[in-house]
């Protein structure tokens, strides 16, 4: 399966303040992901990262707050933008590789706490 | 979207038991699979099963696609198993991996 690698694993941000989460993958991939895991909940899917193109966000995550990059096959990255305290959560990058039948593998996450 | 329920939501083993963790879903799937997250937040993949059944050493899962389920058994339960379980499908309508609320597992010695 790929090697998935993202960064920072962790970090502490203040109130008000952006951070931006990269995803590198050690091989080219046909879908990204990110999904957010607040404190003792499950997984939500926030966009697909397209390449070369708009993400395409779920139902209650928009652009301004996530911004997504895409600018090759292997390489994504998400923005947590004007972070509050409810923005505390892992977010974790998710991909499908080619050939893979849809199989999702994900990266270590990058563990946020906003105070 | 597709509804994914899992249960028990907790389950306390004692070391070497075996125990078997359920997933129900509400539509045709093209993608189920079984992850166990560690303390540390890592998921790791353990099953792709949309249908059939699977085995890997101590850990196997059958889905049952036409009554939508799907279990996983862990047998011989040891402390490393601990974490939670979280089964994820793919509905047929809907191209994108729901979760469920998982099923959080403690092995204790």
């Known amino acids: 399966s790929a090697v998935i690698s993202q960064k920072p694993s962790r970090d502490i941000c203040q109130r008000g303040t952006s951070l931006t989460i990269q995803c590198q993958v050690d091989s080219q991939v046909t879908m990204m992901f990110w999904y957010r895991q607040q404190p003792g909940q499950s997984l939500t899917l926030i966009a697909t990262a397209n390449q070369g193109s708009e993400a395409t966000y779920e139902s209650g995550f928009v652009i301004d707050k996530f911004p997504i990059s895409r600018p090759n096959l292997t390489f994504s990255t998400l923005t947590v933008s004007n972070m509050s305290p409810e923005d505390s959560s892992i977010y974790l990058c998710?991909?499908?590789?080619?050939?893979?039948?849809?199989?999702?593998?994900f990266g270590e996450g990058s563990r946020l706490t906003v105070l | 979207g597709i509804q994914v329920e899992q249960s028990p939501p907790d389950l306390i083993l004692q070391e070497g038991a075996n125990s078997t963790l359920r997933c129900n879903f509400s539509?045709?799937?093209?993608?189920l699979q079984w992850f166990h997250q560690n303390p540390w937040g890592q998921l790791i993949n353990l099953f792709y099963i949309p249908s059939g059944t699977k085995q890997n050493g101590r850990l196997s899962a059958t889905t049952v696609a036409t009554e939508r389920y799907s279990l996983l058994y862990i047998s011989s339960s040891q402390t490393t198993d601990s974490g939670v379980y979280f089964c994820?499908?793919?509905?047929?309508?809907?191209?994108?991996?729901?979760f469920g609320k998982g099923t959080m597992l403690l092995v204790s010695p």
């Open positions: 994820a499908v793919e509905s047929r309508r809907y191209s994108t991996l729901t």
């Open positions: 539509d045709s799937v093209n993608n």
């Open positions: 998710s991909v499908e590789q080619s050939g893979s039948a849809g199989e999702l593998f």
